[in-house]
T-cell receptor, first 114, second 112 residues
Framework: ETGVTQSPTHLIKTRGQQVTLRCSSQSGHNTVSWYQQALGQGPQFIFQ???????GRGNFPPRFSGLQFPNYSSELNVNALELDDSALYLC?????????????FGEGSRLTVL | QQQVKQSPQSLIVQKGGISIINCAYE??????FPWYQQFPGKGPALLIA?????SEKKEGRFTISFNKSAKQFSLHIMDSQPGDSATYFC???????????FGKGTRLHILP
């Protein structure tokens, strides 16, 4: 059984560019959530996907968008990058929508915006 | 805005001692209170969690104490070990919602 895998692990972009981050959920999990973790802070909820539909969104602007595919893998897209978007982006998968906090997190994609 | 406030920001404890991390919340509409442990270069991992109708939950060396009237909860790590050195996050899950609201984290260092 494979865990949650994210790619790329590190990337550097410049302001105004666009980025796509990828996540493969744990086997058997149909729900994927994305979190942004700034340096020295706790993760902040971006959005969640359940069976290919967005199911809840945090306080992030529309330039943060996502997709979930039929195999339940997911993408996070960020357009018009800003310096404050520099952070660790975490993907977490879970089974269903009963949120008891039992999410399985990947190791994250560290984005640096220059 | 719903918030979870965590303290201290960092904590140093001697091996074998008790580590205590405190959290407080401002909204009563929370369903569940999990704690996460994060090692450098890794994502957070669920450590232990409690519902608001329970005052205490223990799993091995880890205990959550919950005070509903004070809107406070804490994590106690008994017999702290160097392998417990990590960042710990308290969190809260709102009613009928699927997002997790994290505290800012406590960096714990256990001296050998």
């Amino acid at each position: 059984e494979t865990g949650v895998t994210q790619s790329p692990t590190h990337l550097i972009k410049t302001r105004g560019q666009q980025v796509t981050l990828r996540c493969s959920s744990q086997s058997g999990h149909n729900t994927v959530s994305w979190y942004q973790q700034a340096l020295g802070q706790g993760p902040q909820f971006i959005f969640q996907y359940y069976r290919e539909e967005e199911n809840g969104r945090g306080n992030f602007p529309p330039r943060f968008s996502g997709l979930q595919f039929p195999n339940y893998s997911s993408e996070l897209n960020v357009n018009a990058l800003e310096l404050d978007d520099s952070a660790l982006y975490l993907c977490a998968s879970s089974s269903g929508l009963t949120n008891t906090g039992e999410l399985f997190f990947g190791e994250g994609s560290r984005l640096t915006v220059l | 805005q719903q918030q979870v406030k965590q303290s201290p920001q960092s904590l140093i404890v001697q091996k074998g001692g008790i580590s205590i991390i405190n959290c407080a919340y401002e909204n009563t509409a929370f369903d569940y209170f999990p704690w996460y442990q994060q090692f450098p270069g890794k994502g957070p991992a669920l450590l232990i969690a409690i519902r608001p109708d329970v005052s205490e939950k223990k799993e091995g060396r880890f205990t959550i104490s919950f005070n509903k009237s004070a809107k406070q909860f804490s994590l106690h790590i008994m017999d702290s070990q160097p392998g417990d050195s990590a960042t710990y996050f308290c969190a809260a899950i709102p009613n009928r919602d699927d997002k997790i609201i994290f505290g800012k984290g406590t960096r714990l260092h256990i001296l050998p």
